[in-house]
């Protein structure tokens, strides 16, 4: 038996399916996968308040998921291990290894960029940037994009993701990546900052995911809502950059997680009353497997 992910509908006592909306928390409800238990987890705040957590439905307590289930932790892995399964083994962003632990390669994006003439920090701003969106681009990297946003997505939908921390092991360029510089979720903003400005980031430049909920539609980009990184008024404001056509399919105040190669800011700005500061941090977009929606059913 496993335990499982966070979930946003279930079966009815009348064995209909219905979402969290429509969920009471006296109502009868299960598992639309395998018939466990469910209880409906009201919306609550944390971290002194300041960081709102959706209401949301999980295992009832002493139960579990049937290992089958597609709400357990290695039905998707499994199912995102399969995205690659029709490309070349030496390409496949996520792989299992004989010790049962998953590896993802987070060095495609590099092989890639390697493949090209110049390295993408050569050569003058527009063709780099020219050269960086047809590497991020090519149909090639979706697999690759849809892996690492999907597994952010499962570390974010576990009550606890020190269990995908267990069984990933990420590589970049040769190297480990600890799993907490790849994924950025609730409650990270001053880490994730520190992160971006680290000699070790800004060496490697490697691609990270992050949580965030677009705001405002600006010219070019979505701010996203800012989150308060120190108790001492510093806020982190993520903006997404794109293309009109990409930036029309993330909806304004939904959770989205992000996979790209997000840059900070090299110092705060201040309010003009100087009472606050804000980290702007970015990422460009340039497909739409770098971005996944936070409630939605991928199994």
Same mark, same amino acid.
């Given at each position: 038996?496993?335990?499982?992910?966070?979930?946003?509908?279930?079966?009815?006592?009348?064995? =209909?399916?219905?979402?969290?909306?429509? #969920?009471?928390? @006296?109502?009868?409800?299960?598992?639309?996968?395998?018939?466990?238990?469910?209880?409906?987890?009201?919306?609550?705040? $944390?971290?002194?308040?300041?960081?709102?957590?959706?209401?949301?439905?999980?295992?009832?307590?002493?139960?579990?998921?049937?290992?089958?289930?597609?709400?357990?932790?290695?039905?998707?892995?499994?199912?995102?291990? #399969?995205?690659?399964?029709?490309?070349?083994?030496?390409?496949?962003?996520?792989?299992?290894?004989?010790?049962?632990?998953?590896?993802?390669?987070?060095?495609?994006?590099?092989?890639?960029?390697?493949? %090209?003439?110049?390295?993408? $920090?050569?050569?003058?701003?527009? /063709?780099?940037?020219? $050269?960086?969106?047809?590497?991020?681009?090519?149909?090639?990297?979706?697999?690759?994009?849809?892996?690492?946003?999907?597994?952010?997505?499962?570390?974010?939908?576990?009550?606890?993701? %020190?269990?995908?921390?267990?069984?990933?092991?990420?590589?970049? &360029?040769?190297?480990?990546?600890?799993? /907490?510089?790849?994924?950025?979720?609730?409650?990270?903003?001053?880490?994730?900052? &520190?992160?971006?400005?680290?000699?070790?980031?800004?060496?490697?430049?490697?691609?990270?995911?992050?949580?965030?909920?677009?705001?405002?539609?600006?010219?070019?980009?979505?701010?996203?809502?800012?989150?308060?990184?120190?108790? @001492?008024?510093?806020?982190?404001?993520?903006?997404?950059? #794109?293309?009109?056509?990409?930036?029309?399919?993330?909806?304004?105040?939904?959770?989205?997680?992000?996979?790209?190669?997000?840059?900070?800011?090299? =110092? /705060?700005?201040?309010?003009?009353?100087?009472?606050?500061?804000?980290?702007?941090?970015?990422? =460009?977009?340039?497909?739409? #497997?770098?971005?996944?929606?936070?409630?939605?059913?991928?199994?």
């Amino acid at each position: 038996m496993a335990k499982g992910l966070k979930m946003y509908r279930a079966r009815n006592a009348s064995g =209909e399916i219905v979402a969290i909306s429509q #969920a009471m928390a @006296n109502q009868s409800l299960s598992c639309e996968g395998c018939g466990a238990p469910i209880s409906y987890v009201s919306p609550y705040s $944390r971290g002194g308040g300041k960081i709102k957590v959706a209401h949301h439905l999980r295992l009832a307590k002493g139960n579990d998921h049937n290992d089958d289930c597609k709400y357990t932790l290695e039905a998707q892995l499994r199912y995102l291990s #399969a995205i690659g399964n029709d490309i070349d083994v030496s390409r496949r962003p996520l792989s299992l290894l004989a010790n049962g632990k998953y590896r993802l390669r987070l060095n495609i994006i590099h092989d890639r960029f390697k493949e %090209f003439a110049h390295s993408p $920090r050569g050569g003058d701003l527009e /063709s780099n940037r020219a $050269r960086t969106a047809q590497v991020w681009s090519g149909d090639m990297l979706a697999p690759y994009c849809r892996t690492a946003a999907g597994l952010a997505r499962i570390a974010e939908l576990l009550e606890d993701d %020190f269990v995908v921390r267990r069984r990933i092991e990420v590589t970049y &360029r040769a190297s480990p990546i600890d799993w /907490s510089h790849l994924y950025f979720g609730e409650g990270n903003a001053g880490r994730l900052v &520190r992160y971006l400005r680290s000699a070790r980031y800004t060496k490697s430049w490697h691609p990270v995911a992050l949580l965030v909920r677009p705001k405002i539609r600006k010219e070019g980009h979505l701010q996203c809502y800012a989150e308060e990184a120190k108790h @001492n008024a510093i806020y982190v404001v993520p903006r997404i950059c #794109a293309q009109p056509h990409l930036l029309s399919q993330l909806d304004l105040d939904r959770d989205y997680l992000v996979f790209g190669q997000w840059f900070a800011s090299s =110092e /705060s700005r201040r309010s003009s009353d100087g009472k606050v500061a804000f980290d702007n941090i970015q990422v =460009e977009v340039h497909q739409k #497997a770098q971005f996944c929606p936070l409630l939605e059913n991928w199994v």
